[in-house]
């Protein structure tokens, strides 16, 4: 099994920035791709950002240049740098991962969420 441990949200004001961190653990063979997904109240989770192994990203319309996904392959980690947050961003934020435990079978990992709260 794999495990997603999000942290790094919060509270912040317009404007602000935000970092949030996803740490991959478990028996892990390997990981293809990593993202992040966000859910506000009374909407369907959407896509905000994947990043593949390769470092090939890919971004939501709604936060291109404003966000920037990265990671740590040695480390199992993604990241996501959120600046000039606007209240429109107020989510739960989820971690996503595409691991394999074994060669050639892949499954989807999900963290257990982290909120973030732009205020106005």
């Known amino acids: 099994q794999v495990q997603l441990v999000e942290s790094g949200g919060g509270l912040v004001q317009a404007g602000g920035s935000l970092r949030l961190s996803c740490a991959a653990s478990g028996s892990i063979f390997s990981i293809n791709a990593m993202g992040w997904y966000r859910q506000a109240p009374g909407k369907q989770r959407e896509l905000v950002a994947t990043?593949?192994?390769?470092?090939?990203?890919n971004y939501a319309d709604s936060v291109k240049g404003r966000f920037t996904i990265s990671r740590d392959n040695a480390k199992n980690t993604v990241y996501l740098q959120m600046n000039s947050l606007k209240p429109e961003d107020t989510a739960v934020y989820y971690c996503?991962?595409?691991?394999?435990?074994?060669?050639?079978?892949?499954?989807?990992?999900w963290g257990q969420g982290t909120q973030v709260t732009v205020s106005s």
């Open positions: 990043i593949t192994s390769g470092g090939r990203t």
């Open positions: 996503n991962a595409a691991a394999l435990i074994v060669p050639k079978i892949e499954y989807d990992y």
